[in-house]
């Protein structure tokens, strides 16, 4: 796979079990964030509250 693609591309592969598969099928959209270094915190805040069940 190369570096220097132009404009850049990101693969994301989805489940066919996973629970937003039906929605993203439906709705054709789904998104990806990336997000610089300095927030690599923010996705982690949000991660451990869907894993204690605070949604």
Avoid: C, W
């Avoid at 693609?5 to 964030?33: D, W």
């Amino acid at each position: 796979m190369s570096a220097s693609l132009n404009p850049k591309t990101v693969l994301v592969s989805i489940r066919e079990k996973a629970r937003m598969n039906p929605i993203i099928k439906q709705t054709g959209k789904f998104a990806v964030n990336i997000l610089v270094r300095e927030h690599e915190d923010l996705p982690r805040l949000f991660a451990e509250q869907l894993k204690e069940g605070k949604r």
